[in-house]
């Protein structure tokens, strides 16, 4: 449980961090927290030759709460965010993810572009971005560039970042009034990955759905949106049926990886029930008074 | 000064919460190297060629051995843990055949994870970096995994010499029980399923082997229960006196079960072999794949009784998978027969047993070693019975509890350590009575559906379990007065974590008349001590106990008659306070005990305390469920124990027991599963996929103590470190078929997870969907 020697720099500028990864290409592995990097190499599962650790850049550890946006710097652990009570008041989807995410041990570690970036499939991060219409901030030898939570994914623990490319933040839309949002999660324990988790948000104007959105973690090979299902409920007013048939389809929409936690058949029920749940709490968060 | 049965605080945990502990890893010798295994990828395989040039010549690499270096030593493994009487083996038609696991592969591995070489290093880093280096050429074979295919006809074998892949087996009968199962009005039966488990300690294994001084004999520290046993299975390995060796223990993180294991003997051969200290320190990968599997069973099972609830047989075929060998023969399926019928009174009982072996891991008894999965098997029986009946479960469990009135009862089969089977002391019935009362079952009956959610069922479970405790053959202990006045307790048995340093203290110190905390105690080093027994099968506070008042009562004895002789007073008149002996009335006059151990004759009582067989625990367990009817999910809402362990000696730590025991009867239950895919790939290799329960998993539990001395000991005591576990399965299972009790589920495979229990509902509804279609 030794991982494979390997070459260790901590710059302190974006700049710095850039020019290490241009220098030692696919080699080299960013260094973003470590709560799941760290393990695979400690089982040798992944071998760096180089880790480029972005803890010491201080640009990258701020975050904003302006105008209904959150900006997350990727360095921003979970715990920071799950602390601040005027984001957590604001979003109860990102409340909620969070309390599910890892332990309190690994908030206070693991970050956000971390878990951005390893783009695992159950991840919390990913679908609550996709569920507040997130851009991921990348930058690059290239320059900057935003891309949208919803492409950022592109297979199992893969994104469309290139082997040079850092993940700088995320920018978040936080519900605004007449918008509900909530998190559903079933993992083994409390803290477990999510064998499928749920991110929903939900406007309504009167009893009426105006726009959903709908994520899904553990689910496919990356954290999906159902775009089916978001449609179908646009414009009800979440009567049995239209919901059934929204979470008929958000579940169709899966295409779930049998693993010891579940298999195909049972994480698509969880699509199908959990969807349900965070629909209709968000639905009633939306309804309620401000 | 009264000590035993009061919660006086543990002597252990300051040193234990201060970071003081010395745990294996924390040992550290003079020119120590670090050792690794290199472990076969595949489950069965032929071993073509193994290559270790690039990896000695790898930097800090000292020596890389295999199979044909282990050179004047014995090696395979080949002695078997336990030894049975003949007697008993007439009784119950036990066949038993040979043993063998290799200390290192050959030309063959039988299951992933089989050592095949020793690869020492300088360090660690060096080690685990070489050891990727050492090229071993194999030709896999198809394993055999599934016990049932291994024992139909035709089947490879997975040893040449064990046909059938039976490598034991036994036959009980109890009364005529195929009468009584045709005379019976009703039968239930299943087909139950006990998962494969993990006994799965904080501190992973490790051994390090220090070579012979002029004044030490070549010494291996382990972290093992049993270092009195481990000391002979060395001897037996090196070919040498065991005289030539010591053993001993160090702190230790836990440990559940065990057995010996190839590295605790490697570390020894390197040693002596290099001239330098050997350490190998487990990692938990290793320890997922490779120590202390458990349960694991396919047991089919028959309850027959009348109309009016009366219990009348009970018939159970057990297939226990043994994984690739079979260190401890009979031990698992035997113990499940022997805790088969639990507190009732069941007069007819045939029982079969099946040693299999396949190419996975070594099985070993681990905390509750049968009594889990006897229990649940019998749990689900009688739970069976009554939704048959009609009655309520704790109804039908009161018609068939033994009786107080009839302890002692015999079984009417021998234990596994050839003595009649009896059960010796308890009452049963109001264990049951004290449960259902603190648990206000009747009242929680009644507001059980007006409570549930819509989408939240909740159910009670009962289970009921016997644990067969204080397993002989023997156990030793001094205690003496040092020069310094201190008294020193030293005992064979050494704790991984049962509070040895507190209550075996307890028990010397009330019977010596000094506080506890002020024995220095010693544990688990043969150098200490010639014999010794271990922890294991529930027995410190038995044996361990029994034997420590047994000198304790000695020594007092001696010392009061040295100080009589010093006082010129008759014995009976002294009393002993604090470490001063005193005339009863005259606390003017005294002697210390320092002024008494420096008189001359050194100061000192040692006993070997041989049980007569075993001594029966006994708990009764009630749990509440909430069941997510759409998502399997399962949470525990409460948890009652009453508990029968005898004489506590001290209820603080006996509560301890308690609830690890629930935590790891919670895993077996709801979490714990080690899977092998057909390959005999496991698949549950960390703790990603290895569930733990953890504290969220466990709820609060309130415990009761209805303590029933037995008479077999001169303390009363009974075991306690089991039966908890035994119990949680059975009563959480329940729970859960109680929830779903519209549904008419039967829940018959360990561990409950959400997938199956949705599965299983799925099925009632589709059923009950095709019974309306019907109509």
């Known amino acids: 449980m030794i991982p494979a020697p390997f070459s260790y720099f901590a710059p302190d500028t974006l700049e710095e961090a850039l020019s290490l990864l241009g220098e030692y290409g696919e080699s080299a592995k960013i260094l973003a927290g470590g709560q799941s990097l760290l393990p695979l190499m400690a089982f040798r599962l992944v071998r760096p030759e180089v880790l480029v650790d972005l803890g010491g850049i201080e640009a990258l550890s701020r975050y904003e709460l302006a105008g209904g946006r ?9 715990r920071t965010i799950e602390l601040d009570h005027r984001i957590t008041s604001r979003c109860d989807m990102l409340r909620e993810a969070l309390d599910v995410l890892g332990h309190v041990a690994i908030r206070n570690v693991g970050t956000v572009g971390g878990s951005l970036a390893h783009a695992d499939p159950a991840g919390e991060w990913l679908a609550v971005a996709l569920a507040l219409d997130g851009r991921i901030m990348v930058t690059g030898p290239r320059g900057n560039r935003d891309v949208a939570a919803d492409g950022f994914a592109t297979g199992w623990m893969t994104s469309c970042l290139s082997p040079d490319e850092i993940v700088t933040g995320v920018r978040l839309d936080m519900p605004g009034p ?113 | ?74 090696p395979a493994l080949t002695r078997q843990f336990y030894s049975l009487t003949p007697a008993f083996i007439e009784r119950h038609q036990v066949f038993l055949g040979p043993y063998r696991e290799p200390v290192l592969a050959r030309d063959r591995v039988s299951r992933m994870g089989e050592p095949v070489a020793f690869l020492i290093a300088t360090d660690r880093r060096a080690a685990e970096d070489a050891a990727e280096l050492v090229e071993v050429d194999y030709e896999p074979l198809d394993p055999i995994v599934d016990p049932l295919r291994a024992i139909a006809p035709g089947s490879d074998l997975v040893v040449s010499d064990v046909p059938g892949n039976i490598q034991a087996s036994f036959h009980i009968i109890v009364g005529d029980p195929t009468s009584a199962v045709e005379a019976a009005e009703r039968k239930v039966s299943g087909r139950f399923r006990i998962g494969r488990s993990v006994g799965s300690p904080i501190e992973t294994r490790g051994a390090v082997g220090i070579p012979a001084t002029g004044s030490e004999p070549l010494t291996v520290w382990s972290s093992t229960q049993i270092p009195h046993i481990l000391r002979a299975y060395l001897a037996e390995f090196l070919r040498c006196p065991e005289e030539d060796l010591r053993v001993a223990a160090p702190d230790m993180g836990g440990s ?56 009348r047989a009970l018939e159970m075929h057990i297939v226990q998978d043994c994984g690739s060998a079979n260190l401890f023969g009979l031990t698992l399926p035997f113990n499940i027969a022997s ?3 639990g507190q009732f009174a069941i007069d007819h009982f045939d029982v079969t047993g099946l040693c299999v072996l396949t190419n996975k891991t070594r099985n070993t008894p681990v905390r509750g070693a049968g009594r889990p999965e006897a229990t649940f098997v019998l749990d689900r029986l009688v739970d069976m019975a009554a939704t048959d009946l009609g009655i309520d479960p704790a109804d039908l469990r009161h018609r068939n509890l033994i009786p107080a009135r009839e302890m002692p009862r015999d079984m009417g089969m021998l234990y596994r350590d050839g003595a009649p089977m009896v059960y010796d002391s308890g009452d049963f019935p109001d264990q049951l009575r004290t449960a259902l009362e603190a648990f206000d079952y009747w009242g929680k009956r009644r507001r059980q559906d007006e409570a549930a959610g819509s989408n939240l069922a909740l159910g009670i479970g009962v289970s009921s379990h016997v644990e067969a405790t204080g397993l002989g053959p023997h156990e030793t202990a001094r205690v003496e007065i040092d020069d310094s006045g201190t008294v020193v307790l030293t005992c064979g048995s050494n704790p991984h974590g049962q509070s040895h340093a507190t209550t075996l203290a307890q028990v010397a110190g009330e019977t010596l008349g000094i506080r506890y905390d002020r024995i220095e105690t010693r544990f688990g080093d043969t150098g200490l001590l010639e014999r010794g027994g271990g922890t294991f099968g529930s027995r410190s506070a038995v044996t361990a106990g029994a034997v420590v008042h047994g000198a304790s009562v000695e020594l007092r004895r001696r010392i009061l008659d040295l100080a009589s002789e010093m006082l010129e007073c008759d014995p009976a008149d002294l009393i002993i306070r604090d470490g001063y002996v005193s005339p009863r009335g005259v606390p003017g006059i005294s002697v210390s005990f320092a002024e008494l151990a420096t008189g001359g004759a050194p100061l000192r009582a040692e006993d070997e305390f041989v049980p007569p067989t075993v001594t029966l625990g006994s708990g009764t367990h009630i749990a509440s469920v909430a069941v997510d009817r759409e998502t399997g999910v399962v949470n525990l809402t409460g948890y009652v124990v009453v508990d029968d362990c005898g004489t506590v000696l001290n209820p603080m730590v006996v509560d301890g027991q308690q609830h690890g025991g629930v935590a790891h009867g919670i895993g077996n239950a709801l979490l714990e599963e080690a899977v092998y895919d057909e390959g005999g790939q496991l698949l549950s290799g960390t703790f990603i996929d290895y569930l733990l329960p953890t504290a969220a998993d466990v709820p609060d539990i309130e415990i009761i103590h209805r303590p029933h001395p037995t008479p077999l000991n001169t303390l009363g005591v009974k075991g306690a470190g089991e039966g908890s576990t035994a119990s949680a399965p059975g009563a959480i299972a329940n729970a859960v078929v109680d929830a779903l009790r519209p549904l008419r589920i039967e829940i018959n495979e360990l561990p409950i997870t959400p997938q199956r229990l949705v599965e299983l509902i799925r099925a009632a509804e589709a059923e009950q969907v095709e019974g309306l279609a019907g109509n």
């Open chain 1, 178 to 290: 007449g918008t509900g949002s909530a998190f559903e999660e079933v993992a083994r324990r409390h803290g477990d990955f999510a064998v499928v988790g749920v991110a929903a948000r939900v406007s309504v104007e009167g009893e009426a759905v105006t726009g959903a959105r709908i994520a899904l973690a553990g689910a496919a090979s990356t954290p999906i949106r159902a775009h089916r299902a978001e449609a179908l409920l646009t414009g009800t007013t979440l009567s049995g049926p239209d919901l059934d048939a929204a979470c008929e389809a958000a579940a169709s929409e899966t295409d779930p990886v049998a693993d010891l936690h579940g298999s195909v058949e049972y994480k698509r029920r969880l699509a199908r029930v959990l969807t349900r749940r965070a629909v209709s709490r968000a639905y009633r968060r939306a309804s309620a008074p401000a």
């Open chain 1, 70 to 78: 959150l900006t997350i710097g990727s360095m921003v652990t979970h």
């Open chain 2, 256 to 311: 559940f079960g065990g057995g010996i294991y190839a590295e605790e003997l490697l570390v020894a051969f390197a040693a002596r072999l290099l001239g330098q200290p050997v350490r190998w320190l487990e990692d938990r990968r290793e320890n997922l794949a490779n120590a202390r599997h458990s349960r694991d069973q396919i047991i089919d099972a028959l309850l027959a009784y009348d109309t009016s609830g009366s219990f």
């Open chain 2, 339 to 341: 805790h088969a019928r």
């Open chain 2, 1 to 74: 000064m009264k000590q035993v049965g009061e919660a006086l605080p543990r002597r252990e945990d300051g040193r234990l919460l201060r970071g003081r502990a010395r745990y294996m890893a924390d040992l550290a010798f003079d020119d120590s190297l670090d050792a690794i295994v290199v472990r076969s990828p595949f489950a069965r395989a032929r071993i073509l060629s193994i290559d270790a040039s690039a990896a000695l010549a790898a930097d800090g690499v000292v020596a890389v051995l295999t199979a044909d270096d282990l050179v004047g030593v014995e």
